[in-house]
């Protein structure tokens, strides 16, 4: 077994099929495949069930894959320090839709102004999925909305964010809980940390009170409040970049408030790109949110 077996067996696992994975490597399809049936004798396992056109990974397939991803990344990590050659490859990054939208442009330009030879795959979700997809090896890191909680994964605090609670034009003012009993909440699915904040500032017996209306926009949650439809929680960088000024910001209790969005990865796995881009963030003094006025505090 060596690196290029592993490299053709991740692509073919990755592409779901000799030919896609062929192209990307520009091989022939006939290289490809004898390439992963001597790498199946040579360890004595079937990778992949066969179904026709397509292939799917076999339970050691799975284990493999795992093991080749780190092997091939650990090969660019040593072969990128010792021959102190600028970061490449790909950079499997996540965020939240909120940090892709007001946080990651300009620090993306930079990036790639700095590391050209690395291929940025921005993928967004809610904090558990991303956190989800970093444990697993699907993605490389991402900026989430709460420190892991298991030592698994290292995080570095970037980002400081105030959550504001929104509501039309239209609505009484909000000082507490029980001014929005009858109100719906609009939010992302399960899994949305911010979510999770206004549940609390709800109380439990208050939560279920509420119908939710669940979307996966911020730009879509945002003209649903303007219309009237309900109320929303979200950070006040994303108002900055939503073109919507019919909404009203109220206060939450600081200690709701204040949070700070970490960029997370695996302990001991960050690649090069990882380290360049932690070191970009460390080097910008990691710009705390915008301070713009709100109205008075929610209890």
Known sequence: MDLSDLLIFKTVAEEGGVLRAARKLHRVPSNVTTRVKQLEASIGAQLFFRDRQRLALSPRGELLLA????LLRLADEARTIVSEQSPSGALRLGALESTSASRLPPLLARFHERYPDVRVELQTGTNDVLTTLVRERRLDAAFVAEDPADGALASLPVFAERLVLISSLRHPPIASAHDVRDDSIIAFPNGCAYRRVLERWLGRKNETRHRVLELGSYHA?????ASGTGIALLPESVLEVVSCTELSRHR??????NVRTPLIWRAREASPAIMALQGLLRKSGRPPGPATKVAGPAN
Not at 67 to 70: K, N
Not at 221 to 225: D, F, G, Q
Not at 252 to 257: G, K, R, S
């Open 67 to 70: 093991y080749a991803d780190r």
């Open 221 to 225: 949650i945002a003209l649903c409040v």
């Open 252 to 257: 939450l209790p600081a200690v709701l408030a």
